[in-house]
């Protein structure tokens, strides 16, 4: 049973650099045709899809969030991260992974990040 | 980019109740739209996927219908853990996007 795990800071300053990874469990991040995603939740509302990195490093991001969205894999560890810079308190929200391609039946419990001074 | 617009955002609904939710999409989109189901602190639960398979392990009350740019989710007798937030998700292009929900709650 595949299982994805976010960790990182749940707090972050304003114009820093948020940064997620996801651990994946109960499968190889690299045994090809997945595309690991992210989505985030803003607080008390829908949900906003950020992007996806192929296991071969190629990546999707939104265009609305492209300009400060970098994401990453590490095979050897068997996790994918994301990174956001520049952010502001419209960044909070709670942010997932997800396997795609095709629709999510994989998802990590999600971690809140809070951007506050 | 494509936008999806559920409706209706909000319902109060009673137990065996049948319940259908709306989803259309600004463009056609196939049949490449899935239906999740999110409760409080939790992440969303795939419910159907391609408009209308049903994702193992889903009640079969919950079923999917439309192609294009029309969608219908149906709970054909809404039960207590059915009281949830419900999003669709268009898999069409990219960047793929989500309804802005629509919450089921108990009348």
């Known amino acids: 049973q595949v299982q994805l795990q976010e960790s990182g800071p749940g707090l972050v300053s304003p114009s820093q650099t948020l940064s997620l990874t996801c651990n994946v469990s109960?499968?190889?991040?690299?045994?090809?045709?997945?595309?690991w995603s992210w989505i985030r939740q803003h607080p008390g509302k829908g949900l906003e899809w950020i992007g996806y990195?192929?296991?071969?490093?190629?990546?999707y991001y939104n265009p609305s969030l492209k300009s400060r969205v970098t994401m990453s894999v590490d095979t050897s560890k068997n996790q994918f991260s994301l990174k956001l810079n520049s952010v502001t308190a419209a960044d909070t929200a709670v942010y997932y992974c997800?396997?795609?391609?095709?629709?999510?039946?994989?998802w990590g419990q999600g971690t809140l990040v809070t951007v506050s001074s | 980019d494509i936008q999806l617009t559920q409706s209706p955002s909000f319902l109060s609904a009673s137990v065996g109740d049948r319940v259908t939710i709306t989803c259309r999409a600004s463009q056609g989109i196939s049949s490449y739209l899935a239906w999740y189901q999110q409760k409080p602190g939790k992440a969303p639960q795939l419910l159907i996927y391609a408009a209308s398979t049903l994702q193992s392990g889903v009640p079969s009350r919950f079923s999917g219908s439309g192609s294009g740019t029309e969608f219908t989710l149906t709970i054909s007798s809404l039960q207590p853990e059915d009281f949830a937030t419900y999003y669709c998700?268009?898999?069409?292009?990219?960047?793929?996007?989500f309804g802005g929900g629509t919450k089921v709650e108990i009348k």
């Open positions: 109960g499968g190889s991040i690299s045994s090809g045709g997945y595309y």
């Open positions: 990195i192929y296991d071969s490093g190629n990546t």
């Open positions: 997800a396997r795609g391609p095709g629709a999510y039946v994989y």
């Open positions: 998700q268009q898999l069409n292009s990219y960047p793929s996007s």
